[in-house]
C-alpha cells in the first residue's frame, strides 16, 4: 500500500511566523508545568499570549511561539522528558470535531488515517504519515526542520508518540500495546519512564521516530463507530481545512509583501489596498487567523533580524536599519522581548538559538 500523507502540513509550508497552529500542546503544556510548580503565564505573554487568548477555540499560534515556550517550558521545570508527560496528558475532546470524528470512525486504522488527513486541525507540530508494512501498522512523526532546536525537537517527539499510545488507549483499548516504539534521538540516561508508558521494546538512535502498531490492532473497531456521525465529522473538517488554506495563504502574502517591503514597512492602509479589501475586511480575516497585522509586521522583522545576526560583517546598527527599526535602542529592546537576551549574545556561538 503507498503511504499515505498529510497535503496539507503546517509546519513546513509555511513561513514559521504564520499563526496557524492550534495550540493544544501549548494548554497541555501549561496544566503538566503547573504539576511542577511553573507557571507558563509569563513564557505566554512574551510572545504575545494571553489566559484569554489561550481559551478562544479559535486560537492559532505561530511555530516560532510554540517552539519557544516548549524551550523554556523544559528548563524551567527541570525535566528532559517533559514531552512524555505533555503526551501522556492529552485527551481527544480537546481536537474538538477532529477527535469526535476519530472516535467515530469504523476501525482504529481509519482513525489514524483521519488524523493524518486533518493533522493541521490537531495542533501538530510535526509531520505524521502511516502506511501498512510487513511489521505491522507503521505511524511516523517527522520533524518539518532539520535544523529545530534539539531541546524543542526531543519534546514534540516524544509528545507525538506519547500522545498516540495514550489516545489510542483511551479510544479503543486499554490494553493497547504498541509493537515497538522509536526515537531518532539518542538514548537518554534514564529509558525508565519510556518503557513504563509504552510497554514495549523502545529503540533510541533509530532512523525515524515511529510507532508500530499489531496489524491486528490497526482492523480492530472502533468502540464509537457511528457512520453518519462520522460523515457529518469529515464533511465540517473539509470545510475547516479550506478557511485554514485562505488563512495561510493571506498570512504568507502578508509576510512576503512586508519582507520585500524592508526596511520600509508598508501601512496596515496601504495593505488593505493591495488586497483590495477595506481595512475592515482585513482585519476581521486576521483576526480569523488569530493574529493581527501588527504581530505579523513584527515576525517578518523577528525573521530578518535572527537572519543578519548571524553575519559578522553587520553592525547593530546596519542590522537596526535594513530590518526596519528606527535605531539599535528599538532594535535592542525588540530582540530582549524575543529572546530575553540582548543582540550580542545572539551572536555568540553559545548563544540560545533563535527558534
Keep these: 500500500?503507498?503511504?499515505?500523507?498529510?497535503?496539507?502540513?503546517?509546519?513546513?509550508?509555511?513561513?514559521?511566523?504564520?499563526?496557524?497552529?492550534?495550540?493544544?500542546?501549548?494548554?497541555?503544556?501549561?496544566?503538566?508545568?503547573?504539576?511542577?510548580?511553573?507557571?507558563?503565564?509569563?513564557?505566554?505573554?512574551?510572545?504575545?499570549?494571553?489566559?484569554?487568548?489561550?481559551?478562544?477555540?479559535?486560537?492559532?499560534v505561530s511555530y516560532?511561539?510554540?517552539?519557544?515556550?516548549?524551550?523554556?517550558?523544559?528548563?524551567?521545570?527541570?525535566?528532559?522528558?517533559?514531552?512524555?508527560?505533555?503526551?501522556?496528558?492529552?485527551?481527544?475532546?480537546?481536537?474538538?470535531?477532529?477527535?469526535?470524528?476519530?472516535l467515530a470512525a469504523e476501525t482504529l486504522r481509519d482513525a489514524i488515517e483521519t488524523g493524518v488527513r486533518f493533522q493541521n486541525l490537531s495542533g501538530a507540530m510535526l509531520v505524521w504519515s502511516a502506511e501498512e508494512a510487513e511489521i505491522g501498522y507503521v505511524v511516523r512523526a517527522e520533524s518539518p526542520d532539520p535544523a529545530l532546536d534539539p531541546t524543542v525537537a526531543v519534546f514534540l517527539t516524544e509528545e507525538a508518540l506519547a500522545s498516540v499510545v495514550t489516545l489510542t488507549r483511551l479510544s479503543a483499548g486499554a490494553e493497547f500495546t504498541p509493537v515497538s516504539v522509536e526515537f531518532s534521538f539518542p538514548a537518554p540516561q534514564d529509558t525508565l519512564v519510556f518503557t513504563e508508558l509504552f510497554r514495549c521494546p523502545v529503540r533510541f538512535a533509530a532512523s525515524q521516530n515511529r510507532i508500530v502498531f499489531p496489524s491486528a490492532w490497526a482492523r480492530r473497531p472502533m468502540p464509537g463507530h457511528d457512520p453518519v456521525s462520522y460523515t457529518s465529522a469529515i464533511e465540517l473538517l473539509e470545510e475547516q481545512m479550506a478557511s485554514r488554506r485562505d488563512q495561510q495563504d493571506l498570512l504568507e502574502v502578508l509576510e512576503i509583501s512586508i519582507a520585500q517591503s524592508l526596511p520600509d514597512v508598508p501601512s496596515f492602509v496601504e495593505q488593505a489596498r493591495r488586497h483590495t479589501s477595506s481595512e475592515r475586511t482585513l482585519r476581521r480575516r486576521l483576526a480569523e487567523c488569530g493574529t493581527t497585522y501588527e504581530a505579523v509586521v513584527d515576525g517578518v522583522k523577528r525573521e530578518r533580524v535572527e537572519q543578519l545576526l548571524h553575519r559578522p560583517e553587520l553592525t547593530l546598527r546596519d542590522i537596526a536599519r535594513q530590518a526596519g527599526f528606527s535605531d539599535v535602542r528599538a532594535l535592542r529592546?525588540?530582540?530582549?522581548?524575543?529572546?530575553?537576551?540582548?543582540?550580542?549574545?545572539?551572536?555568540?556561538?553559545?548563544?540560545?538559538?533563535?527558534?
Excluded: C
Design 64 to 102: 516560532r511561539q510554540g517552539s519557544t515556550v516548549i524551550r523554556n517550558a523544559v528548563e524551567l521545570t527541570g525535566d528532559p522528558h517533559l514531552g512524555l508527560r505533555v503526551g501522556a496528558a492529552q485527551h481527544l475532546t480537546a481536537w474538538g470535531v477532529l477527535g469526535f470524528a476519530l
Design 333 to 355: 529592546r525588540a530582540v530582549h522581548r524575543w529572546h530575553g537576551v540582548a543582540p550580542g549574545r545572539l551572536r555568540a556561538p553559545e548563544g540560545p538559538p533563535a527558534g
Design 1 to 60: 500500500m503507498p503511504r499515505r500523507r498529510a497535503k496539507d502540513v503546517t509546519p513546513g509550508t509555511s513561513r514559521s511566523t504564520s499563526a496557524t497552529i492550534s495550540p493544544n500542546i501549548l494548554r497541555y503544556l501549561s496544566l503538566v508545568a503547573d504539576g511542577y510548580g511553573v507557571d507558563l503565564q509569563p513564557e505566554l505573554a512574551r510572545v504575545g499570549l494571553n489566559e484569554t487568548m489561550m481559551r478562544s477555540a479559535a486560537l492559532r
